[in-house]
């Protein structure tokens, strides 16, 4: 188990659907405890596989005090909706309001294969949407428009590169 370096926007990765998990083996328990231990340092509420380096469909969360995990998960239901501020590891140094569902449930597996379901409003729906999204290649950004949008692209624009 280990903290694992974050990766950021620009490495094809983050933009790369993630494959959906098939060998249920060491490694995978390996990902799992990584995403975990990632996941629960200080300002973090949730981690996709794809941000330390793997691209299988794994992600973690730690929020009001709820730590877990989800393989190969999918948006099962979403209800009324939110705005907020968003931001993400993977896109240090920006934030923006996004809308989300206010109410999000995720199905999936756990190592055992057994079937997992999280359900949350607030901050663990964004934070469920927010996950699954960087699973198939997207980044929180990508839904912005307008004013919002031409702020987030310059202040990254702005930005050193080196991390």
Same mark, same amino acid.
């Given at each position: 188990?280990?903290?694992? *370096? ?23 328990? #390996? ?7 990632? &996941?629960?340092? *200080? ?9 330390? /380096?793997?691209?299988?469909? &794994? +992600?973690? +969360?730690?929020?009001?005090? #709820?730590?877990? =995990? ?10 009324? #909706? #939110? ?19 206010? =109410?999000?449930? &995720? ?14 409003? /607030? ?13 198939? /290649?997207?980044?929180?950004?990508d839904a912005l428009t307008g004013e919002e949008r031409r702020e987030v692209m310059r202040a990254l624009r702005e930005q050193p590169l080196a991390r």
């Amino acid at each position: 188990m280990s903290v694992r *370096p974050l990766r950021y926007i620009g490495d094809p990765l983050l933009r790369t659907p993630s494959d959906r998990v098939t060998r249920f083996d060491d490694a995978l328990a #390996q990902l799992v405890a990584d995403l975990l231990d990632t &996941v629960q340092e *200080p300002g973090r509420a949730g981690l996709a596989a794809n941000q330390i /380096g793997s691209g299988l469909a &794994v +992600f973690s +969360f730690n929020v009001d005090g #709820q730590l877990g =995990y989800v393989i190969n998960p999918v948006v099962a239901e979403t209800r009324g #909706q #939110q705005s907020g501020g968003e931001a993400c590891l993977s896109v240090p140094g920006v934030s923006a309001n996004r809308t989300r569902a206010a =109410y999000a449930v &995720v199905t999936g597996v756990d190592l055992d294969q057994q079937p997992v379901t999280v359900a949350g409003d /607030g901050e663990l729906a964004r934070c469920l949407q927010h996950e699954t999204d960087h699973l198939r /290649g997207e980044l929180y950004i990508d839904a912005l428009t307008g004013e919002e949008r031409r702020e987030v692209m310059r202040a990254l624009r702005e930005q050193p590169l080196a991390r």
